[in-house]
């Protein structure tokens, strides 16, 4: 069976981009492989937090995983701090790491380069990143085409270890979603759902309730065109919205354009607004009664158990290729 590994940041509010891109993706994943979810606090770190929302966007982000689906008895959901393996193998590999190869990286020249405020966090998270997938030994890794180059860093990694050090690491692929990256921002369709936007018009959270989801739909840009049809370069918004819709319903783009050809633009916003509330209403129900019952914590803790017995097994593998002298 193959082996799979994602994490995610539990910073801002997940939204319908990243349910799409990346919760949604995983359920299924967990039917054809062995899953590894990590809810990747260490990174968060890398920029200053206020300690009580990191701790309870943690748990937060918890929730959502096993409200949309995440079956505990198949996958393991941990937390990366719960696991110090991250951290001792993220410095063994930066040890072979090279400054030229973080300099390059998009992010951290987006988020950090030129400013004396920028943290060694920042500059080096990718290699934490590296840590995170190769401890597994992971086949696949989920991941958007923002995180491409990250990967392939880690793949660089892997590759220079087993070469230096012996054979230690698997070589993981990436599997990068198409769909998820095509869900765009409802106030502005040629920028993507961000959680760290200003508006709250930008996205639609995975517990904004169905008024608020509503609301967002009917204030959608869109254009002055009103005719239906997709294409995403002169009309992003309707587009969005048919690509929203489609992911909500299974029904094709194609159909769909067909289904409103003679209608306004109302009525697709509309009608996507309530596809989404159908699609969010039990994983909000299901998230209201996990936090509520104890059982987010509890997972948590059979999970980092898995993760630290895997991780561990490959860590002790690093450290003897390494030279280091075992206890």
């Given amino acids: 069976m193959k082996r799979v590994f994602s994490g995610m940041q539990p910073t801002g509010d997940l939204h319908l981009g990243n349910y799409i891109g990346a919760l949604k993706r995983f359920i299924p994943l967990q039917e054809e492989a062995e899953c590894f979810f990590c809810v990747v606090d260490l990174h968060a770190l890398t920029v200053p937090r206020d300690p ?38 993220a410095w063994l590999l930066q040890c072979i790491t090279r400054m ?40 696949l890794v989920p991941v958007g085409e923002d995180q491409k180059q990250h990967l ?3 793949r660089d990694l892997a590759d220079r270890f087993n070469r230096i050090y012996g054979e230690v690491f698997k070589i993981p692929e990436p599997q990068i979603g198409e ?7 409802l106030d502005n369709p040629e920028k993507k759902m961000s959680k760290s936007a200003d508006s709250s018009l930008n996205s639609i959270q995975l517990l904004d309730d169905p008024d608020l989801i509503l609301k967002k739909f009917k204030r959608a ?10 294409d995403r370069e002169n009309k992003p918004g309707i587009s969005n919205l048919l690509d929203i819709h489609s992911v909500m319903t299974g029904e094709s783009v194609d159909s769909l354009v067909e289904r409103y050809r003679d209608k306004g ?5 509309i009608d996507t607004a309530e596809a989404v509330i159908q699609e969010l209403k039990p994983l909000q129900e299901r998230f209201r009664d996990v936090m509520e019952s104890g059982e987010v914590q509890r ?14 097994e490959t860590l002790s593998r690093m450290q003897q290729a390494m030279g280091l002298v075992s206890k």
């Fill in 52 to 89: 009580e929302e990191l701790r309870s966007k943690t748990l937060e982000l918890a929730g959502l995983y096993l409200a949309a689906g995440l079956d505990p008895e198949r996958s393991a959901l941990f937390v990366q701090s719960h696991n110090p393996a991250h951290s001792e193998g």
């Fill in 100 to 139: 030229g190869e973080l300099g390059r990286m998009t992010q951290f020249k987006d988020k950090g380069k030129g400013s004396d405020s920028a943290t060694a966090g920042l500059f080096s998270y990718p290699v934490l990143m590296a840590a995170d997938i190769l401890l597994y030994q992971a086949d």
């Fill in 152 to 154: 392939e860093l880690t």
């Fill in 179 to 185: 769909t998820g990256a095509r869900i765009m921002a």
């Fill in 221 to 230: 840009v869109t254009d002055s065109e009103n005719r239906i049809r997709y």
């Fill in 265 to 269: 633009y109302g009525h697709l916003k």
């Fill in 299 to 312: 997972v948590l803790a059979r999970g980092a158990e898995r993760a630290r017995e895997v991780a561990g």
